[in-house]
């Protein structure tokens, strides 16, 4: 593989799209300093995967992107392709060619894509990954990494060498393994606690669900009984209702028949009343022109009697207006006169009620006298007489608790000497049972030290026994891994050959297609052949590619199946005809100078089975080919035939014909399509043998556990036997307990009896002296209640006679007040009709004014109203006679009205008959229609309820449910299974699943448990088989680098001496790598003492001895040489040179000798300031070019 191209754009000062194509060998990039040929080194390690602004020269990852310049606005993208040449399939893709591209975006964005697919970051790293040429590799050093190989910390420096041994993978597939570990063990730590937490909840859940079940078993039978009631009672009323139904519809067809009567009366009414409306209008044109008339006639006799109405009227007026002027005068003198009088009454008046509050105010005077009161004095002797008889009568209550106190005094002493002969005895009884359980306790103690001694015996045995199950048992589970291991290589293997893997594309595709596309089809010469495994490397070696060769039955059959890969774009492949290949043979000359050489071993064609038709395919394949022992064996082999024989060795080794060798180490140690179904062979036959031994460990360790159970009884019935030893122990130290306190009881009982007899005998004496206390207290208590009688007597009769003549005070001051309030009013009342006579005579002086003047007025009128009245008299005549004509007209047009009416009236009553008769009718129909509807809705009640209560249908339920014979057994039946729901109270229906759940969810997580301990074992084994593995790898490369480094430091620098050492050589996976160097003419010192050009000449003898050990495709240095001078330059790019067949060296340079010896020169040049460009260079103008970069 080698770098094929690389295309750049927007990348830092690549403006615009440049695509340099790259050649196997040396390709040097030169140009001047600062134009950016640097920038070529930053987008290869930028492609990659690097994801640090500052390992590529910037601050921060948009600083690539192209900024702009005096005369170019700045792009918003940077894009970089890497295209490399994959022919050799050393990259893990199906592709003779690869692309990888990046891309990033102003806004933050990032693309990255293989083959122009997209993909992760991560899947480019992988790619590359221990290859050498990952962004962390050793193929990539930029300026100033060389420096920073060389004064980098050792343990830095270590990821180079773990680069070159390819331990990557190994590092990131243990940590991903540590990290799995973890997530286990939390897992595991998770599962732990459910459970703990679940296994808590399956009792309790389980008593739930048994209730949930009665429950639900009496809520089917509910369900059935009440499903089958509500049918009976849907099947009851649906009966009602037709029933109904034909009651309303015969009263729905009898009122038909009334409206039909009744529409045709109303129809004869409608027109009698017509005719009757046009009389009325008749009526009411003529009777306008009457009124009209009568109006007109009115008017002129009104005229008439007005004139003669206003002569009369204004003669009477005058003299009523004369009359009345007269009698005013006349009650103006009488008004006079009551004034005069009322006013002399309201004087009376006044002069009694001053009289009677005088005399009150003397009443109230005297009251005051007898006001003060002694109630309060007489309330204090009283308080006072309650507390003597209180005090009195506690002292009886003391004088009777005395007496009841000596008599209990008396009883206690008698009892105290009944018991003191009581507990004289108990005493003597608890020390005989003392001694009793002292004897039973030494006898308990003795037997139960003899279980003890013979239980723990028993236990070393079981424990004994124990590990040796456990070693069994890991023994078996360690087999049951195994097992498990093989089946799912097993389960690996077959799908990889079910499904072809190994294969190329196009071969893959047309052995899927053989089985439905193509005909003819054999197969694969790999599936074809069967190999002994010693044979497995020299038959793959010889075969190469021929082993995914296809072999068809016909040239036909070959050509399809081209076609078929072509039309699909599916690939390429190679087939072999079975009708036109041709057999290939050794002459028999050769074979036999063959066979009879030391180290030969079988012609290839003879060294596998095939099927004899196609035997001849394999001859052609290898019948020239012969297998040796050994490469000396080959080479003497192809010696004698010549050089024409191609002879291959048991290891891989080949020589060719002609004399060329091919050997070394393969990259894949296992064969994907010959060593697969060695393997599959392999593994099918250990999995059998496992599965046998399973068997037998499995047997095994059910007799161990079968012996550990009988142990364990031995075990289990010596502790019980240690327990009742031990409980016969405590129930002899319970006895002396209770027997010691018996004793201790029985002392202190009688110590007390002295204490209590001293105790009575000094309360007895006490008794006395307060009972002599008491007599004195009660006589003077006595005296004392005698004295407050006498007082609180006199006082009270004081009181009574001072309450007697307040009684009569009281009782006259209110006679008083009530004849005072009675003045009161009456003297108010002639104040008010002395004040109505002022009025009334103010009002008829007014009056009599008014009337002199109206009476002159009068007068006036009457002289101008004698005059003429014209001729309204003639004009009177002329109405009336036009007045009787509309009468007469009038009064014929009413009898026609009449006899209209009587007809209308007729016609209603009909109508009115009818409508009644319809409206018993419709009353009838709407109350049978109300009890349809009646019916109708608990109809719907039920159906719904059983549709919603029970999700049936009435059909289904009909058909599935005996209908109920007795309804009202049924319900009390409901009814009792109601009272047994409710009996079980608040049940948990979800506890039955809850239960269940909970059940398997143990069950679930206790293999949950199972599988992550076995899962943490394997992570165990597979994090130490990752470790033996970087070891072996890191040993060995480093080993190897190590060699090579003391070979290239003294060629590269003619001379001296270098070497390298870890630091922590007893940790190899984590020690670090120092570098020591002694170029000639110097003594051995560390890197920091060398100068600048010694420590760049020495990192690139490290970088070379690197590639010695690893070759890898392309390395791109980036003025790696800039320090050396001219000689060590020219030594420099001469050492490119014999790398240059296995590695692609991309060197970005301004000295002149690592330009001579490049195959190919770059120029990259900045004419426009800010953008670089590449600019083609001809040979002739290499010259002119060393000493412009120069």
Not at 152 to 161: D, V
Not at 606 to 616: E, F, I, P, R
Request: charged share 35%; glycine share 6%.
């Amino acid at each position: 593989m080698f770098l094929k191209k690389l295309e750049i754009k927007g990348f830092k000062s690549f403006a615009e799209e440049m695509n340099i194509e790259f050649v196997p060998g040396v390709n040097a990039v030169v140009g001047p300093n600062g134009s950016g040929k640097s920038n070529v080194s930053d987008g290869i390690r930028w492609v990659l995967g690097e994801q640090s602004a500052r390992s590529l020269r910037g601050s921060k990852m948009e600083d690539i992107i192209f900024a702009g310049s005096d005369s170019r606005r700045a792009l918003n993208v940077a894009e970089v392709t890497l295209v490399l040449d994959n022919q050799d399939q050393f990259m893990d893709l199906d592709y003779n060619e690869v692309s990888v591209t990046r891309k990033l975006f102003r806004t933050g964005e990032s693309e990255y894509l293989i083959n122009r697919q997209p993909c992760r970051r991560k899947d480019i790293v992988d790619l590359f990954m221990d290859s050498g040429m990952g962004k962390e590799g050793f193929s990539i050093i930029g300026q100033g990494r060389v420096e920073e190989v060389l004064s980098s910390k050792p343990e830095e420096r270590r990821a180079i060498f773990e680069e070159a041994a390819g331990v990557l993978k190994y590092k990131q597939r243990k940590s991903q393994a540590e990290k799995k570990l973890t997530e286990t063990q939390d897992n595991l730590n998770r599962v732990e606690d459910i459970l703990n937490e679940l296994e808590g909840q399956v009792e309790p859940l389980k008593e739930q669900a048994s209730m949930a079940k009665d429950y639900l078993a009496k809520k089917e039978e509910l369900e059935e009984k009440d499903i089958a009631l509500t049918v009976s009672e849907i099947e009851t009323k649906h009966e009602q209702w037709k029933d109904l139904q034909e009651t309303v519809k015969h009263f729905e067809e009898s009122k038909q028949k009334i409206e039909q009567k009744l529409q045709l009366e109303e129809n004869n009414l409608a027109s009698v009343q017509s005719k009757a409306a046009e009389i009325d209008d008749s009526i009411s044109a003529l009777q306008d022109k009457l009124v009209s008339t009568s109006e007109r006639l009115e008017k002129e006799e009104g005229r008439r009697r007005l004139l003669e109405e206003r002569g009369k009227n204004a003669g009477e007026k005058k003299e009523e207006w004369e009359n009345r002027l007269k009698e005013i005068t006349e009650k103006m003198e009488q008004s006079k006169q009551e004034w005069d009088i009322q006013k002399e009454r309201l004087q009376q008046k006044k002069q009694r009620v001053g009289e009677l509050e005088a005399k009150l105010s003397e009443i109230r005077n005297n009251w005051n006298a007898y006001k003060e009161s002694r109630m309060e004095e007489i309330e204090s002797l009283k308080s006072e007489y309650i507390e003597r008889l209180n005090e009195q009568a506690a002292i009886r209550n003391e004088e009777k608790y005395l007496s009841e106190q000596k008599a209990q005094l008396t009883q206690k002493h008698g009892s105290l000497n009944d018991d003191n002969d009581t507990y004289v005895k108990e005493r003597a009884e608890a020390k005989n049972k003392l001694n009793e359980w002292q004897t039973l306790k030494n006898q308990a103690q003795e037997d139960y030290d003899g279980e003890k001694a013979a239980f723990k015996e028993l236990q070393q045995r079981l424990d004994v026994h124990n590990s040796e199950v456990e070693q069994k048992e890991k023994k078996l589970y360690d087999a049951y891994r195994y097992v498990d291991q093989t089946r799912s290589r097993l389960h690996v293997l077959e799908e990889m050959e079910a499904d072809y893997s190994g294969f190329f594309q196009g071969v893959k595709e047309v052995l899927k297609a053989r089985k439905s596309s193509l005909d003819g089809v054999v197969g694969a010469v790999a599936e074809l052949i069967e190999v002994p495994k010693d044979y497995t490397t020299a038959v793959e070696t010889a075969l190469g590619g021929a082993l995914q060769h296809v072999v068809t039955e016909t040239e036909k059959d070959a050509r399809q199946a081209i076609q078929y890969l072509k039309s699909r774009q599916k690939g390429r492949a190679t087939f072999l005809p079975a009708d036109v290949i041709r057999t290939r043979y050794l002459s028999k000359e050769i074979k036999h100078k063959m066979e009879t050489m030391q180290g030969f071993i079988t012609v290839g064609a003879d060294a596998l089975t095939v099927d004899k038709n196609y035997k001849h395919i394999i001859d052609h394949l290898l019948g020239q080919v012969v297998f040796a022992d050994s490469l000396e064996a080959a080479n003497m082999m192809a010696k004698a035939s010549n050089y024409k024989v191609r002879i291959v060795t048991l290891d891989g080794n080949v020589v060719n014909p002609g004399g060329s060798m091919t050997g070394g180490a393969a990259k894949q140690q296992k064969s994907q399509l010959l060593g697969r179904q060695h393997e599959l062979e392999e593994l099918r036959k250990k999995y059998a043998d496992m599965q046998e031994k399973t068997e037998t460990l499995e047997q095994q360790v059910q007799s161990l556990k079968q012996q550990r159970e009988k142990m364990k009884n031995q075990l289990e019935e010596c502790r019980e036997r240690g327990e009742k030893a031990r409980d016969e122990l405590e129930r002899a130290n319970e006895g002396m307990t209770k027997a010691e306190a018996e004793l201790n009881r029985a002392n202190s009982r009688l110590s007390l009896f002295d204490k209590e007899s001293a105790s009575l005998e000094e309360e007895q004496e006490k008794l006395h002296n307060r009972e002599k206390v008491l007599l004195e207290n009660k006589d003077s208590v006595a005296e004392k209640l005698e004295s407050l009688e006498n007082q609180i007597s006199s006082l009270e009769k004081v009181e009574k006679e001072r309450g007697e003549k307040l009684e009569t005070l009281q009782a006259e001051e209110t006679e008083l007040k009530v004849e005072l309030a009675t003045a009161k009013e009456a003297a108010s009342n002639e104040q008010e009709q002395a004040e109505r006579l002022k009025r009334q005579y103010e009002d008829e002086s007014s009056q009599k004014e008014k009337l002199t003047k109206d009476i002159a007025l009068l007068d006036e009128q009457l002289s101008s109203m004698n005059g003429g009245s014209g001729d309204v008299n003639t004009d009177i005549e002329e109405i009336r006679a036009e007045k009787q004509r509309l009468t007469d007209e009038m009064t014929q047009l009413r009898r026609d009205r009449v006899e209209g009416s009587d007809e209308a009236e007729r016609l209603k009553g009909t109508i009115q008959q009818l409508t009644h008769e319809r409206n018993e009718k419709q009353q009838a129909y709407h109350d049978n229609q109300i009890e349809m509807n009646r019916l109708d809705v608990e109809l719907d009640t039920r159906l719904q309820r059983l549709q919603e209560t029970y999700e049936i249908s009435f059909d289904r339920a009909k058909a599935n449910y005996r209908l109920v014979e007795e309804p009202e057994e049924a319900r009390k039946k409901i009814k009792l299974i109601k009272m047994g729901i409710d009996e079980l109270g608040n049940v948990n229906l979800g506890a039955i699943e809850e239960y269940e759940r909970v059940y398997e969810r143990v069950s679930f997580l206790s293999d949950q448990r199972n599988d992550l301990l076995q899962a943490q074992s394997s992570l165990y084994e597979v994090i130490q088989e990752m470790d033996d593995e970087m070891i072996k790898r890191f040993s060995e490369t480093f080993d190897a680098i190590r060699a090579h480094f003391q070979e290239t430091f003294t060629e590269l620098f003619g001379g001296g001496q270098a070497d390298l050492h870890l630091t922590n050589p007893g940790e190899l996976l984590h020690t670090g790598v120092d570098i020591v160097a002694r170029p000639p003419g110097k003594k051995r010192q560390h890197l920091s003492l060398l100068s600048g050009g010694e420590k760049a000449l020495t990192a690139i003898a490290l970088l070379f001895s690197i590639v010695k050990e690893k070759p890898v495709p392309f390395c791109v240095l980036d003025e790696v040489e800039a320090a050396l001078d001219e000689a060590n330059v020219s030594r420099f790019a001469k050492y490119l040179q014999t790398f240059s067949q296995t590695t692609q060296f991309i060197v970005i340079s301004h000295r002149k000798p690592t330009m001579e010896e490049a195959d190919v020169l770059y120029g990259i040049t900045m004419e426009e300031s800010g953008v670089s460009r590449m600019v083609s260079v001809k040979l002739d103008e290499t010259e002119e070019l060393m000493d412009t970069v120069q």
